[in-house]
């Protein structure tokens, strides 16, 4: 008997650097080897959008070439609760705020009750989006996931995370090839290692990342 395809879910993952050149370090971690959605790999922060995201108000907007790559693949109300839900979900895996100074809504959802206490709001206007992927039919769950890259200094806090990613820590970049990682975050990696020598084209399209019958499958825009 056919079965009903899973329908891939928002997702988003935050990218986060500090250092320069060859000394530049990504933060990731490891997730648990029991959870069911690629066990005991290594990855950067990151999860699926909550409906609430769209709705938070932020410090400043997605600039106006990220907004119009993004929406090409949702709207423009999507695409900002997608870059939000980077923000947050960093947030609870890490404790860094991608923040700036700002008064957010009296009933500010709570999972963005930290930003709104710490008197801060969520600030969209430095991420640069880089790539996306969606999981491949088959799979115990489906993510159409979204890659952002910020720099540490734009953070707020204290790395500390909530026991949802292991070993999470700062890695030298050309080191994270070498970690224990899936298929694209190898290919997302190169990505940012590409942005990191200077070598990645201004304005070039967004890598979009499958597989299709077990072939990877890499196309643009």
């Keep these: 008997m056919a079965t009903k395809k899973m329908r891939p879910r ?36 990151g ?33 900002r609760a997608i870059a939000l839900a980077a923000i947050r979900e960093t947030y609870e895996e890490t404790g860094l705020m991608l923040a700036r100074p700002g008064a957010m809504a ?15 709001a969520p600030a969209l206007g430095g991420m640069e989006y880089i790539a996306r992927a969606v999981t491949p039919p088959g799979r115990p769950r489906r993510f159409h996931a979204r890659f952002f890259l910020v720099r540490s200094n734009d953070t707020v806090g204290s790395l ?26 190898k290919l997302v990696l190169k990505e940012v290692a590409q942005i990191v020598s200077g070598a990645a084209v201004a304005g070039a399209a967004i890598p979009f990342f499958t597989r299709h019958r077990g072939q990877r499958m890499i196309s643009y825009g």
């Design 10 to 45: 928002d997702a988003a993952s935050l990218i986060l650097l500090r250092g320069e050149g060859r000394g530049t370090e990504i933060l990731m971690g490891r997730r648990e080897p029991r959870q069911s959605f690629m066990p005991g790999v290594f990855v950067c922060p």
């Design 47 to 79: 999860g699926a959008v909550d409906r609430s995201d769209g709705f938070v108000r932020s410090a400043d907007e997605l600039r106006s070439d990220v907004l119009a790559a993004l929406a090409t693949t949702c709207t423009a109300h999507r695409a």
């Design 106 to 120: 009296a009933r500010t959802p709570a999972s963005w009750r930290p930003f709104a206490d710490a008197g801060l």
């Design 160 to 185: 500390a995370g909530n026991g949802e990613l292991l070993d999470l820590d700062w890695y030298p970049l050309q080191a994270a090839f070498g970690l224990p990682i899936a298929g694209v975050t």
